[in-house]
C-alpha cells in the first residue's frame, strides 16, 4: 500500500499553486496527501478555498507575536501538530527565519517565478523582460536560509515572446508553475531522509 506523506502548504494570498497541489493529492497514486494550510495573512483568498476543501488552517501573523522568530515556532507548533513531512511555500511572502528554515532543512520547499539562479527576490518577470530575456520560467527548491538559494528540485521554462508586459508574462509562468509544483514534490519526497519523517500526530 502506498504510504502518502503529509504535507502542508504556506501561502499568503490567491493560492492557486496550493490548489495545483490538492489536486495532485487527489490521484490515489499521488505520494503525498496534504493535511493542512497556513497563511501569514488572514485575508489570503487562498484560505477560503482551503475552507471549502475541509483542510484544516492555520494563522500565523508576524502581528501577533512579539517577533519573527515566535511567529515561526508558532508556525513550527502547528506544522508539528499535524505530523508533516514536507512543507510547501506557494506564494508565501514573508522571509523566514533561519532558526525555522534549519529546523524543516531537506522538508520544506519553494517555488519562484524565475529559471534560478536567475532572477532571485522580486518582480522577477519585469526583470527577465529588461534583460531581454529569450527564456523565463519557474524553479522548485528547497529552502535554505540565503533567499532563493537552495538546491534546484526541477525546473520549468516559458518563452518570453514579443509585446510580453510582466502581466502576461507572469500569466504564462504561472500555468507552468502549477505543472511544475506536483511534480516537484513528488521529487522531494523521494529524497526524503527517513530520519526526518515525523511520526503521524
Ligand atoms: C506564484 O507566482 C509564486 O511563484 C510566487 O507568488 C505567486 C503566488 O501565486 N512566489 C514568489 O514570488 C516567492 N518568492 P499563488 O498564490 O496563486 O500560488
Redesign the pocket.
Same mark, same amino acid.
Given at each position: 500500500m502506498l504510504l502518502r506523506k503529509r504535507v502542508a502548504i504556506l501561502?499568503?494570498?490567491?493560492?492557486?499553486?496550493?490548489s495545483a497541489l490538492i489536486e495532485a493529492a487527489r490521484a490515489p497514486d499521488y505520494p503525498a496527501e496534504i493535511v493542512g494550510i497556513i497563511s501569514n495573512r488572514a485575508a489570503a483568498e487562498?484560505l477560503e478555498i482551503a475552507r471549502r476543501e475541509s483542510l484544516p488552517v492555520a494563522v500565523h501573523s508576524l502581528k501577533n507575536y512579539p517577533d519573527e522568530i515566535a511567529t515561526d515556532r508558532a508556525i513550527s507548533q502547528t506544522l508539528e501538530s499535524w505530523g508533516v513531512d514536507m512543507v510547501c511555500l =506557494?506564494?508565501?511572502?514573508r522571509i523566514l527565519s533561519a532558526q525555522f528554515t534549519q529546523r524543516w532543512q531537506d522538508r520544506l520547499i519553494?517555488?519562484?517565478?524565475s529559471l534560478l539562479p536567475k532572477f532571485k527576490g522580486?518582480d522577477?518577470h519585469r526583470r527577465a523582460i529588461d534583460a531581454g530575456e529569450k527564456k523565463h520560467g519557474?524553479s522548485v527548491h528547497f529552502v535554505v536560509p540565503e533567499l532563493?538559494a537552495g538546491p534546484v528540485i526541477a525546473r520549468s521554462s516559458v518563452p518570453v515572446l514579443p509585446g510580453d508586459t510582466p502581466e502576461t508574462l =507572469?500569466d504564462r509562468?504561472?500555468l507552468a508553475?502549477h505543472r511544475l509544483y506536483p511534480r516537484a514534490l513528488k521529487k522531494a519526497l523521494q529524497r526524503l531522509p527517513e530520519s526526518a519523517q515525523q511520526p503521524a500526530a
Open positions: 501561502i499568503s494570498g490567491r493560492g492557486s499553486n496550493m487562498g =506557494a506564494g508565501f511572502m519553494n517555488i519562484h517565478p522580486v522577477t519557474c532563493d =507572469a509562468v504561472l508553475e
